[in-house]
């Protein structure tokens, strides 16, 4: 697997949307962030966005890996490699929805823990409601971890 910058992600847009079902959302993170690529045997199979937020703190903004890849580390590999393009001592942060309990355990097990929540975050800023199984997304738990190799 190769893990390389991507200068067109909109050309990868339907995997962008596993992990963020709102265009205009992309839209408004993407331009700012820095965006990675896994590709095997030249097939992009995984992409993480990332941005600076403020001073020493980048926000994960999207992490997704076409299914037919999921549970291969794909996805651990991607995180791994933009926590070797940080600094040392910077904020890592992630956020996803309160029912996402396997983003959730994933996001722990790459060693990001509980920092705050933002209440009502995906009914605030997105039309339609995000459906994890039968449960709404409502709230987004951010994660963090300072990065120290």
Known sequence: MEIFSCSNPKQFLDLLLLADPYEPMIDRYL??????????????????????VEKNTWEIKN?????????????????????NRLPLGAVLLVGTADTSTGNLTFYEKCGFSYDHTIP?????????PILEGEEQCIDMIVLRQIIDR
């Open 120 to 128: 009502r975050f995906f009914t605030d800023f997105y039309p339609e």
């Open 31 to 52: 331009s700012q962030s820095t965006v990675l690529t896994a590709a095997e045997c030249g097939k992009t199979i995984g992409m993480i966005v990332y941005c600076p």
């Open 63 to 83: 992490l997704a890996v076409a299914p037919d890849w999921q549970g291969k580390g794909i996805g651990k590999a991607l995180v791994n490699e933009v926590k």
